[in-house]
Every structure is written in C-alpha cells, then in structure tokens.
C-alpha cells in the first residue's frame, strides 16, 4: 500500500480520485494549496504526489520545482495534473521535474495505470512484486522471505519493521541510505522517531538473515548509513580495511 497525496484545489475533481486510488488500496491525502501540500510532506514523506498545475497561489510547477531542489524531496515520485494540453506546458511540468504530465480530463484508467508505472520505477517497495537478489526472495504477498543456498532453500523469520527494511534494500540496493532517509521511506516518520532506532532494527534484520548466511548483506557505512549490497559478505569491510592500510603505508 502506498501513500499519495493529492494536490487539488477543485474539491469534486480531488473527491473522484480519492475514490479510485482507494479503491486501487492506495492510502489518500487531500489538499487543496501548495502550503498545505509542503505541510503534509514535512511531516510523512508520501510515496507520489498527485500534483494540480493551478492552484491558489503558489502554482503547482512552482512546487515540483521547489521539492526537486530539496535534498529530502528531490526523489519524491511527482505527476502533474492540469487543465492544459498544450506541447509547452506538458515541456514545462516535466522540467520542473515531474516524473509523468496528465491532461484533464483523464481516464480514472489511465490515471492509476500511470501510477502504477511511476511508483515501479521510483518506489517499488510500495507494490506487491516479490523481489529476488543475491538468492533471497522476498514476496510482500505472501510476507515470506527465503534465501536459497546450494539445493535447499532456507525460510527466514521478519518481524514487520524488519520485514519492510528488508523490502526497500532489497529495491534500492547498493546504495548507501541514511538513517534519516530509512527513516521516510520505511517508517514514514523522521521527525518523531529517532535514529538509533534504525540501528535496532537492522541489527534485527542481520539477526533474522543469519540462518541463511545472510547478515553481511547489509553494510555500515560509517557516517553515511546502511547499504543492502549483494556483492556478499564481508567484501566492502575488506576492501575499507585495505583502503585504510594503503593509507597507513602512503
Ligand atoms: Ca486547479
């Protein structure tokens, strides 16, 4: 299930997609101005924005571009909405960085079909496919994960926070995330929740993957945070340990 925020001034228009995203098992959140939507975004991260081209004051263009310059929200999956179906415009929204451009009125089809395709792209934790790297096999559907190792494969035990952490690794993997971003896209909530609680749970995680021989899939990466790599275990610290030698010998 993911979380879209609605951008909307026309209150029939916003009510009609509520409805359909709902109805599709989306979790939806209606505003109406570009202060409420930065207001909403500052408190959970969502994972797309519905966002109207022209809203009351500060236009919706305006805003994409705004969250594009921002660090925290420069990823955030954007589809513009609007009332315009000229070339220029569609030009215009999608270099201030939307991800997809749909003219009104559109199809409630082919809204959540383009949905659909930006959260694949940009937020596949959000979806139901199972994903399988390194020999684990991860299946949000079933909520089971295993990990084959020569003939057998091994079932293994996630509480859901470990579960869910274990879902974004597997869909962003070696990259390094910060415990501030784990904390967005994975708890929803980077304000109340502290860091070292990221720190908890992925020592659960290495916990859970190590009847599997899996716990040096995720690695610290001192000062930056956590990366899900599937270049197996050990290997990054060996090559810090060596780069550190190298250092010491120069
Ligand atoms: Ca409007």
Do not use: C, N
């Amino acid at each position: 299930m993911s979380l879209v925020l609605v951008v909307e001034d026309e209150s029939a228009i916003a009510e009609l997609i509520a409805i359909h995203l709902r109805h599709a098992g989306h979790e939806a959140v209606l505003v109406a101005d570009a202060p409420a939507a930065q207001a909403r975004v500052d408190e959970r991260l969502p994972d797309l924005v519905l966002l109207d081209w022209m809203l009351p004051g500060q236009s919706g263009v305006q805003l994409a571009r705004h969250w594009r310059g921002e660090a925290r929200t420069r990823e955030l999956p954007i589809i513009m909405l609007t009332a315009r179906a000229d070339e220029a415009d569609k030009v215009a929204g999608l270099d201030a960085g939307a991800d997809d451009y749909l003219s009104k009125p559109f199809s409630p089809r082919e809204l959540m079909a383009r949905i659909r395709a930006v959260l694949r792209r940009k937020a596949p934790q959000t979806l139901d496919a199972a994903v399988e790297l390194a020999g684990l096999t991860l299946d949000p559907a079933t909520r089971r994960v295993s990990r084959r190792l020569g003939e057998q494969a091994v079932e293994l035990k996630l509480g859901p926070t470990e579960f869910r952490l274990l879902h974004f690794f597997m869909t962003h993997p070696e990259r390094v995330h910060s415990r501030a971003q784990l904390l967005d896209r994975v708890w929803g909530d980077h304000v109340f929740i502290e860091e070292r609680t990221v720190d908890v749970h992925v020592k659960r995680l290495r916990e859970a993957l190590a009847p599997a021989q899996g716990s040096g899939l995720i690695d610290t990466v001192r000062g930056a945070g956590y990366r899900f790599t599937a270049q197996g275990a050990g290997v990054s610290v060996q090559r810090e340990q060596m780069a550190t030698a190298g250092k010491a010998t120069a």
